[in-house]
C-alpha cells in the first residue's frame, strides 16, 4: 500500500526540502506535469474518463497504454456520471446502470476487469447535469459487479453526497462494494471560495474521523485492501492553485502518511 498526493509545484518544493515525505505524486495525464513530477518522484496518472460521457476516444486508449507503461499506474481509473442529454429516463435505473457500463465495458475489454476501478462522484456536481441514480448505491454496486471492476472510493466525494442526500456518510459508504477496494481518495470538505459546499480542501475533525474509520475497516478485513491511498488536496492550474497551500500540506500530510504506513505494516 502505497500513499500519494496530487502533485503541485508547493509539495515538490516540500518534497525537495526533505519537509514532505510520500510514496508517489499523482498526474492528472498531461505530459508537461507527469515529466515534471517525474523529475522529482515516482508518479501514477489519475485518467479524466467518465462512464456514460463517451469520451473514451477524446482521453485514448493507446495513449493510457503508453502512460501505464512510463510510469507508476497500475489502475486505468473512470468516474461513473451519465448525463440527462444522454438518458431517454433518467430515473430508469436499467438505462443509467448500462449508460455507463457501455463505456466501463471497452476499459475492461482492453485492460482486463484487474486493472479498471470505477471511482464515485460527489452529488450534486458541476456543471449540475447528471440525475442522482448515479451516486445511489445500488447503481454503483451494479456498474461494478457487472463490470467486474474495482471500486476507487473517494470519502470526500460519499461525505458530500450523503449530506445532500441527508443520511450517514458511514452508512453510505458501508453500502458501496467496498469488499472491492483497489484505490481510496482523502481530503477535506468545506467552503469553496464561492461559498459552495466542496472536497479538496484542508481536513477537518469530521474528515479525520472518516479516515480513521475506513483504514480501520481495512485493517479489520471489513473492506478490500487499497494499493494506493491518495490525498488530493494541492494540484495545478486555476482550479488548484488557490488550495495548494504549503502550511495545509504540512499539517495534513505527515498524519495522513503516518496512519497509511501504520496500515502497511498490519
Known amino acids: 500500500m502505497q500513499f500519494a498526493l496530487n502533485y503541485s509545484p508547493q509539495a515538490v518544493e516540500l518534497l525537495r526540502s526533505g519537509r514532505l515525505e510520500f510514496d508517489l505524486f499523482k498526474c492528472p495525464d498531461w505530459p508537461d506535469a507527469i515529466a515534471e513530477a517525474q523529475a522529482q518522484h515516482p508518479v501514477y496518472v489519475h485518467f479524466p474518463f467518465v462512464a456514460g460521457q463517451q469520451n473514451i476516444e477524446k482521453v485514448g486508449l493507446d495513449k493510457v497504454e503508453k502512460l501505464l ?28 446502470v448500462q449508460r455507463m457500463l457501455d463505456d466501463v ?110 483504514l480501520s475497516s481495512i485493517r479489520r478485513g471489513m473492506w478490500g485492501r487499497p494499493d494506493i491511498v491518495a490525498c488530493e488536496y494541492g494540484g495545478i492550474g486555476p482550479a488548484f492553485e488557490w488550495r495548494s497551500n504549503p502550511s495545509v500540506m504540512l499539517a495534513d500530510i505527515p498524519r495522513m502518511y503516518g496512519l497509511v504506513r501504520a496500515l502497511q505494516f498490519v
Open 69 to 96: 507503461e512510463e510510469t507508476q499506474t497500475h489502475y486505468v481509473n473512470t468516474h461513473i456520471a451519465a448525463r440527462y442529454e444522454d438518458l431517454n429516463d433518467p430515473e430508469n435505473i436499467d438505462e443509467v
Open 105 to 214: 465495458m471497452p476499459l475492461v475489454e482492453r485492460f482486463g476487469p484487474d486493472r479498471v476501478i470505477a471511482e464515485n462522484i460527489p452529488f450534486p456536481d458541476i456543471p449540475d447535469d447528471k440525475p442522482q441514480a448515479i451516486v445511489m448505491p445500488q447503481v454503483i454496486q451494479r456498474v461494478i459487479y457487472e463490470s467486474g471492476c474495482g471500486l476507487l472510493l473517494d470519502i470526500g466525494h460519499a461525505r458530500l453526497t450523503a449530506e445532500y442526500l441527508g443520511i450517514d456518510t458511514r452508512d453510505y459508504i458501508t453500502q458501496l462494494p467496498v469488499e472491492r477496494l483497489r484505490e481510496l481518495h482523502i481530503t477535506g470538505c468545506g467552503l469553496d471560495n464561492e461559498g459552495r459546499r466542496s472536497d479538496h480542501m484542508p481536513m477537518t475533525g469530521e474528515d479525520w474521523s472518516l479516515l480513521e474509520w475506513a
